[in-house]
């Protein structure tokens, strides 16, 4: 009798399992009708007025005009009269000067770190002002709609870890760095070469990634950092596959400062490939504002992605990177935000300082064709998402991250290409509705 009352209930339990996977999984698989917009190729424009975007599992199925009859039984979402777009990937932020926006605008790189940079990232020892900042800035990417990004903290470990963790609270995907610096700064943020080796293993061993979050090395430029403890970088990058993230040729007075800390290679880009820095593993490089064509040939045919990020380089009066020299040359392009050098987390104004830089540029350089937005936008979803795998597009396979965007009343005659110029040039964040990271919806605060 006891074996018939446990086998009956050990029956009841699988059948509750099942029903209660099978109706989970459905909950991952549904209809998103919308006006959609996205780039599959640079400077590309697929536009959908009232299409179908088909989700299965965490990940796009297609993008339709027409419902095809297999998916008419799924569960819809009706989106109609809103625009449906990628989620945006900022491939450059730094999460522990998302207090400091706005501030020392009118330093140079070098004298900005100085002044304005180092001491607050100091105050992230104190692992409760990390947990504060932190979450923060968490909720502030989510708010922005940018659902993948590549995140620097500071030299210190645990507050690196809270920075992990509190993206995986939100439910977004990031890269985090532990920054490493052993010489050039100031001795409240000058580690060991030996402890930053160290502390850098015990991060990308923490218990804290995911599959949506993981580790990145982040030797924060090669001033900073010695030639031994770059060596030993490059080696960990080689043994556990580790994708890399640094700044490089951002102002003249650095590339100069790099040629007297490494008299023997000089060239700023030679320095991260001599130590396997520079696309042995995934690699993105912030800035390459000063660098000569055949540096951006060699950049190329390492796979090394450049990360344009224009506000900052703006307003530290770096200079503006020859966006059109490097796609011209194949390059793997990508948009960062360069909080807080930069003063915006939002993208699609970094989308359009993008544009305007380029144009400036383009005054100058007839030659250097300026940025349109179909490019900018593809830079900023498909072509900075393309670091984190299928990312940043509508093509079927890609991974379910979307934004869902409401039109003013005064714009709803408006063309779907018209208000998605809109949403960029004049959008807030408040015009975001909903955002969605491999299928599943986030939520706010």
């Not at 590309?44 to 998916?71: H, N, R, S, W």
């Not at 030299?155 to 992990?164: N, S």
């Not at 796979?303 to 990020?309: K, L, M, R, S, T």
């Not at 300026?370 to 299928?390: H, M, N, Q, R, V």
Request: charged fraction near 25%; aromatic fraction near 10%.
């Amino acid at each position: 009798m006891k074996w018939h009352i446990k086998g009956g209930l050990f029956v009841l339990w699988v059948c509750w399992l099942a029903l209660a996977s099978a109706a989970f999984a459905a909950s991952r698989n549904y209809v998103v009708q919308g006006d959609i917009v996205y780039t599959p190729a640079c400077g590309e424009a697929k536009i959908l007025p009232q299409g179908y975007l088909v989700v299965k599992e965490g990940k796009v199925q297609g993008a339709y005009d027409k419902l095809p009859k297999d998916y008419e039984g799924w569960k819809k979402q009706d989106c109609r009269g809103k625009l449906i777009l990628p989620g945006f990937c900022d491939l450059h932020v730094h999460a522990a000067q998302y207090r400091q926006i706005g501030l020392g605008m009118d330093e140079a790189l070098l004298e900005w770190l100085e002044k304005y940079t180092f001491p607050e990232e100091r105050k992230f020892s104190d692992t409760a002002y990390a947990e504060r900042v932190y979450g923060d800035f968490a909720a502030e990417l989510a708010k922005c709609g940018t659902t993948r990004s590549a995140v620097y903290g500071t030299i210190h470990r645990q507050g690196a870890e809270i920075l992990a963790r509190k993206l995986t609270e939100r439910g977004l995907g990031a890269y985090v760095g532990k920054v490493n610096m052993d010489r050039n700064a100031p001795d409240y943020l000058c580690e060991t070469s030996a402890g930053s080796l160290a502390e850098t293993e015990r991060f990308v061993k923490a218990p804290v990634w995911t599959d949506l979050v993981r580790p990145i090395l982040t030797p924060r430029f090669a001033p900073s950092v010695t030639p031994e403890l770059l060596q030993d970088l490059g080696a960990l990058a080689k043994r556990e596959n580790l994708p890399v993230q640094t700044h490089l040729s951002e102002n003249k007075a650095e590339i100069q400062w790099v040629a007297e800390l490494f008299p023997k290679i000089r060239e700023y880009p030679k320095v991260y490939e001599h130590f396997g820095l520079y696309g042995d593993t995934p690699t993105l490089m912030a800035h390459c504002i000063h660098m000569s064509e055949a540096q951006i040939k060699e950049m190329v045919s390492r796979g090394v992605y450049p990360v344009f990020c224009p506000e900052s380089n703006l307003n530290l009066t770096s200079g503006i990177m020859p966006v059109r020299k490097f796609l011209q040359a194949g390059a793997k392009v990508a948009l960062g935000s360069d909080v807080g050098a930069g003063h915006d987390l939002f993208m699609p104004h970094v989308i359009v300082r993008a544009i305007q830089v380029s144009k400036v540029r383009a005054m100058d350089y007839p030659e250097e064709k300026a940025l349109t937005l179909p490019e900018a936008f593809y830079l900023a979803t498909k072509g900075g998402g393309s670091f984190f795998g299928k990312v940043g597009s509508f093509e079927p396979d890609y991974d379910a991250d979307f934004l869902v965007v409401k039109t003013p009343k005064a714009l709803a005659e408006r063309s779907v290409q018209e208000r998605w110029q809109h949403f960029i040039y004049h959008g807030t964040p408040e015009d975001i509705t909903a955002r969605y990271v491999a299928g599943k919806q986030l939520r706010l605060p």
